[in-house]
């Protein structure tokens, strides 16, 4: 079965509304139920990590989706990735393959889930990938350092998947180092185990900065 771990407990700081950015209404509901009702088309069971003081008004609020009952809700943590690990520990034992999702992700399609699910399964670990338009350099100072070649590089997005083993494995090695990374897959890599990408979407977008929305 695959489970979903719904990384919704941020605090927008960049976007700087009162209400956290994924408790904004769009279209009439909260921005974090978009995706979350896409995904459960997919996941068998979900857990929604959101701030500790929005536990309440969430549990509420997942219950009248369909298939509510299968989705927990828990209190999230400083960083990212505390928010995943405890979402991860509180999904439940037969999900064998995990979603992580950012619930700053509305607009995630189902063809995109079906990629990444697949090609998780497959190959351990999965991530949606997108080619640049702008050219990147490394600067320091406001110097720049050099030019990065632009054809190897990608955009990375949410959904990302991996065997749940591989990724219980690689937040508990980054929790012992000290490591903070900017995504799953990050802390997966750095065990030297593979990650597969396949195609994002452009419209799968985080919103981030009001403009965004
Ligand atoms: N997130 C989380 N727990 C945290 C920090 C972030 O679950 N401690 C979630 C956010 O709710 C968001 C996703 O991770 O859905 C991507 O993070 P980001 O877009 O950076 O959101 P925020 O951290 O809330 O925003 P900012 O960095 O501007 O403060
Ligand atoms: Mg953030």
């Given at each position: 079965m695959?489970?979903?771990?719904?990384?919704?407990?941020g605090?927008g700081?960049?976007?700087?509304?009162?209400?956290p950015?994924?408790?904004?209404?769009?279209?009439?509901?909260?921005?974090y139920?978009?995706?979350?009702?896409?995904?459960?088309?997919?996941?068998?069971?979900a857990v929604?990590?959101?701030?500790?003081?929005?536990?309440?008004?969430?549990?509420?609020?997942?219950k009248?989706?369909?298939?509510?009952?299968?989705i927990?809700?828990?209190?999230?943590g400083?960083?990212?990735?505390?928010?995943?690990?405890?979402?991860?520990?509180?999904l439940?034992?037969?999900?064998?393959?995990?979603l992580?999702?950012?619930?700053?992700?509305?607009?995630?399609?189902?063809?995109?889930?079906?990629?990444?699910?697949?090609?998780?399964?497959?190959?351990?670990?999965?991530?949606?990938?997108?080619?640049?338009?702008?050219?990147?350099?490394e600067?320091?100072?406001?110097q720049?350092?050099r030019?990065?070649?632009?054809?190897?590089?990608?955009?990375?997005?949410t959904?990302?998947?991996?065997?749940?083993?591989?990724?219980?494995?690689?937040?508990?090695?980054?929790?012992?180092?000290?490591?903070?990374?900017?995504?799953?897959?990050?802390?997966?890599?750095r065990l030297?185990?593979?990650?597969?990408?396949?195609?994002?979407?452009?419209a799968?977008v985080?919103?981030?900065?009001?403009?965004?929305?």
């Open positions: 695959t489970g979903l771990v719904l990384a919704a407990a605090s700081r960049r976007f700087g509304s009162e209400v950015k994924q408790f904004l209404e769009l279209r009439g509901r909260p921005l139920l978009h995706s979350l009702e896409t995904f459960l088309t997919y996941c068998g069971c929604v990590v959101v701030p500790p003081d929005h536990v309440d008004q969430a549990e509420g609020e997942v009248n989706l369909q298939g509510g009952e299968r927990l809700v828990r209190p999230g400083e960083q990212r990735q505390d928010s995943v690990r405890r979402g991860l520990e509180a439940p034992e037969d999900a064998d393959l995990v992580v999702h950012d619930a700053a992700r509305p607009f995630c399609s189902s063809a995109l889930i079906e990629r990444v699910i697949e090609s998780a399964r497959l190959h351990g670990g999965c991530i949606p990938v997108l080619p640049l338009s702008d050219t990147v350099k600067v320091e100072e406001g720049v350092v030019t990065l070649e632009r054809s190897r590089l990608r955009r990375v997005q959904p990302q998947g991996f065997r749940r083993p591989i990724l219980e494995e690689a937040v508990r090695r980054a929790a012992q180092d000290g490591f903070v990374g900017t995504d799953e897959a990050s802390l997966v890599e030297g185990r593979p990650v597969r990408t396949v195609e994002g979407e452009a799968n985080k919103i981030t900065w009001r403009e965004d929305l």
